[in-house]
C-alpha cells in the first residue's frame, strides 16, 4: 500500500497497471492473501519498487494529523499520501543511519504560548544565535538535531513539511525552489515544530499564517534587522541586505513593512518595483540551494566501510536511483570509490552549524 500511495495509484489504476484485480489487491493490502511469485512481479514492476520493498514489513506510516500541510484541503488525497509515504520512507533511511552514527539529539523546544515572534527570538537566544543572519539553516537544523530530506519528484507537489516521528523532529523539503524559498520553507516547517508540534499540528489558516510569522522573524529578528538602518530602504538597498540575510527580496520588504521600517507607500513603490524585475516569480542572482551537512558526512564516512548506494537502498528497498532523491542528490559524489573495509563502532558525527 505504502508503494502505492507513493506512486499515487488508486486501487483501480494499479489493478490497470499490473492486470491483477482490484479484488485481490485490496487482500494483498489487508494481509488476508499473500501475492504469488508472478503477482509480486507484476506489482514490483508495476509501482517501480524492488520486490524486497512488497515483502518489506509494514513500517510505521507517519499519521497525517501530525504533519503540516500548507493548503491540505486544496490537497488531493493521492498526493497528501504520497507525500506522507516519501516522509516514511526518510524515516527508514533515518533508522538505518542511527544504527550505524551517533546523530545529533533533538534539541527542538515548543513554545505554544508565545507569539511567533516571541517564539523566534526564544529560540535564537536558546540556540546561541544572537540577531546575526544565519549562514546555513539546513546545517543548523541538523546540529539541533533536526533530520533534513529532500522531497522526490513523487512528491513535489507539496512545497514542504514537517513532523516528529518517535520523539524525531523532520523536515522535508522540495529541491525545485530558488535557495532563498528553500530557507523560508525550512524556517516555515521549523515553525511548525516549535509553535505546534506539541498540541499535534492543527490545520488551518491561522497556524499557516504564524508558521510564516515565525520564519520571517527567525531569518530576520527585529535587533539584527534595525541595526541595518534600512528605514524606507531603496530597492537597492533592499537587494544588497536581501542577500546579507539569506531571504527573497520581497520578504524582506514585508518584513520591513510589518515592522513599520517602510511606509505603505514606500511599500507598494518597492513591491511594485521588485515585481518589474521578477522577484515576485522567482529570484534573480540568488543565493545556491542548501543542503544536508549530515547526509553529505553520513555518506562520506560509509565510503571507507565499502558501504555501496545499492547496499543503503536495498536496506530501505528503494532503487538505487531514487536513493537519491531523498538525500539532496548527494549519494553517488560521496560513494563512488574504493570498497577497503574499516571495522568501526557508531562513530559520531561531528556538524558544524
Ligand atoms: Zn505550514
Not at 500548507?70 to 516519501?86: N, V
Request: glycine share 6%.
Amino acid at each position: 500500500m505504502l508503494a502505492r500511495k507513493r506512486r499515487r495509484m488508486t486501487l483501480a489504476s494499479l489493478a490497470r497497471a499490473s492486470g491483477i484485480s482490484v479484488r485481490s489487491l485490496t487482500a494483498f493490502e489487508n494481509g488476508h492473501k499473500t501475492p504469488s511469485p508472478e503477482s509480486l512481479f507484476s506489482l514490483a514492476s508495476a509501482l517501480r519498487v524492488p520486490e524486497s520493498f512488497l515483502n518489506a514489513e509494514p513500517i510505521d506510516d507517519l499519521q497525517p494529523d501530525a504533519v503540516s500541510f500548507r493548503a491540505p484541503s486544496k490537497m488531493s488525497a493521492l498526493d497528501r499520501d504520497a507525500a506522507l509515504s516519501c516522509g516514511s520512507v526518510a524515516t527508514l533511511l533515518n533508522g538505518w543511519l542511527e544504527e550505524r552514527f551517533r546523530l545529533p539529539r533533538p534539541d527542538v523546544p515548543t513554545f505554544p504560548h508565545l507569539t511567533p515572534e516571541e517564539a523566534a527570538e526564544q529560540l535564537r537566544a536558546r540556540w546561541g544565535l544572537g540577531e546575526a543572519p544565519i549562514p546555513n539553516l539546513i546545517h543548523l537544523l541538523e546540529s539541533r538535531g533536526v533530520r533534513v530530506f529532500s522531497l522526490p519528484s513523487d512528491c513535489r507537489d507539496v512545497d514542504a513539511f514537517s513532523t516528529v516521528h518517535k520523539g524525531t523532529p523532520y523536515i522535508f523539503l522540495n529541491t525545485q525552489k530558488s535557495g532563498e524559498r528553500g530557507r523560508f520553507d525550512a524556517a516555515h516547517e521549523l515553525g511548525h515544530l516549535i509553535l505546534h508540534a506539541e498540541h499535534r499540528i492543527p490545520h488551518g489558516i491561522e497556524s499557516e499564517q504564524e508558521a510564516q510569522r515565525f520564519a520571517s522573524s527567525f531569518l530576520m529578528p527585529r535587533a539584527g534587522i534595525l541595526a541595518q538602518v534600512l528605514v524606507n530602504a531603496s530597492t537597492d538597498r533592499i537587494l544588497s541586505a536581501k542577500r546579507k540575510w539569506g531571504v527573497a527580496a520581497m520578504a524582506l520588504t514585508y518584513r520591513l513593512h510589518e515592522m513599520n521600517l517602510l511606509t505603505d507607500w514606500a511599500y507598494r513603490t518597492v513591491a511594485k518595483q521588485l515585481s518589474q524585475m521578477g522577484y515576485r516569480r522567482s529570484e534573480p542572482g540568488g543565493i545556491n540551494r542548501e543542503s544536508s551537512q549530515l547526509l553529505a558526512k553520513a555518506f562520506e564516512a560509509l565510503r571507507p566501510q565499502g558501504v555501496t548506494v545499492k547496499e543503503i537502498a536495498e536496506a530501505i528497498d528503494v532503487f538505487p536511483d531514487e536513493l537519491n532523491d531523498y538525500v539532496f542528490g548527494l549519494v553517488p559524489v560521496a560513494l563512488e570509490g574504493g570498497r577497503e573495509f574499516v571495522a568501526s563502532g557508531r562513530p559520531g558525527l561531528r556538524l558544524l552549524k
